[in-house]
């Protein structure tokens, strides 16, 4: 495993008065591999969904079993239905392929061309035209750099702005403008995506006219982020889960009252609670001397599970998260943002403290809450690992 990370994201807008998105994106991550691909079906609806999904579904799974573009083109020009009124049976695609997050391979058929942002501006990558089953297609094959950052589009996104506040929609070099303007390395895949998905809307007035998706991918370095919540179910063995805690690399997390204490006396330090907070509804922090992050556990991590479930949607609540100083606040930042691989450390002791019916709180919820929470980090990419004591 080397020690960069393809980091991906993206964001739908559905057509104006459509409950179905006629794009569809799907990923397939492997240990060495990970694919994308947006499809872009015809018209909008549920037949544009149809479409979308079964050629996405089809060319991600070929192509996760190493199967030639040829196959898959040929497949779906056979399986898609006919559209009646204009004759013809197509899904437009992109498909991206990232191969031990060193060389990235781009087939285009008919969507908005790839964006490569490389150290933050434009970069105009190579391309290969061929003819197959009647279809122009383009092929990329080009090694990767940190940072570098791949924008696919469905034409929704270039179409936005038309006959409203733009002539001719936002093209293709309004947008590389737009990216290069916002650039930031610190930002993930799914926040650059939602940034572009965002102005699409905005120029659409909030009545697309066409679905609109956004995928981004972004080569980042690793980055492990430790997190221990709960104190061991036995405390003879507080040292030794404390032994392997500190022994991983990357950033550590303690949450909750007992496992700071025992943190605490592990290290020979104190615990200094923090002068305020900004959200009062979250507890506050506190810091120890070794640790980078000291948060209050249950009702903490239940706040970062309500970010991680919205930033898997629409991502309304990055403002907030984003920017508060609160225990939450700075968890989610370090999950989403800036962990690639995560460790949860969760102790099954009983908190006498939870058994009070007012707090509705209990050890079944706790677990849930970690369940979930791993869940959604998976989703997001991330590669997790959960260990109980």
Request: proline share 3%; charged share 25%; with cysteine.
């Amino acid at each position: 495993m080397n020690d960069l990370f393809a980091d991906v994201g993206y964001v739908s807008l559905n057509h104006v008065g459509e409950e179905l998105c006629g794009d569809m994106v799907e990923i397939v991550r492997r240990e060495d591999e990970l694919i994308v691909v947006l499809a872009d079906g015809l018209g909008s609806g549920v037949k544009a969904n149809i479409l979308s999904t079964l050629t996405s579904k089809i060319i991600s799974t070929m192509m996760a079993e190493n199967m030639s573009i040829d196959e898959c083109v040929s497949t779906v020009a056979a399986t898609l239905p006919v559209c009646k009124k204009r004759g013809v049976a197509y899904s437009t695609f992109t498909i991206m392929r990232f191969t031990g997050n060193t060389e990235a391979e781009i087939i285009q058929f008919d969507n908005p061309l790839v964006i490569l942002l490389r150290k933050g501006k434009n970069y105009e990558y190579p391309m290969t035209e061929r003819i197959i089953e009647g279809k122009k297609i383009y092929e990329t094959k080009i090694p990767v750099e940190l940072d570098d950052v791949f924008i696919m589009m469905s034409d929704g996104a270039i179409y936005a702005g038309v006959e409203r506040v733009l002539n001719y929609g936002w093209q293709r070099e309004n947008i590389i403008a737009y990216v290069e303007a916002n650039y930031n390395y610190k930002q993930t895949a799914k926040i650059i995506a939602s940034e572009i998905a965002d102005e699409c809307n905005r120029l659409y007035a909030s009545e697309p006219g066409d679905d609109t998706t956004v995928a981004a991918v972004q080569i980042r370095k690793r980055k492990t982020c430790n997190l221990l919540f709960g104190p061991p179910e036995h405390p003879e063995d507080d040292n030794k889960v404390m032994a392997l805690f500190f022994s991983k690399q990357g950033r550590h997390v303690v949450c909750g009252g007992t496992t700071s204490k025992i943190t605490a006396r592990y290290l020979g330090k104190e615990i200094v609670a923090a002068p305020d907070y900004s959200d009062p509804s979250i507890p506050p922090t506190a810091s120890i001397e070794g640790v980078d992050l000291v948060t209050e556990g249950v009702i903490t991590i239940a706040r970062v599970l309500d970010y991680a479930k919205n930033y898997l949607e629409d991502n309304s609540l990055f403002e907030k998260w984003g920017k508060q100083k609160d225990g939450a606040s700075e968890i989610a930042r370090l999950l989403f943002k800036e962990a690639t691989d995560i460790n949860l450390f969760v102790g099954k002791a009983q908190n006498d403290a939870h058994q009070d019916a007012n707090l509705n709180i209990s050890f079944s919820i706790k677990l849930k809450i970690v369940d979930e929470l791993r869940q959604c980090l998976e989703d997001m990419g991330k590669t997790v690992t959960v260990n109980y004591f």
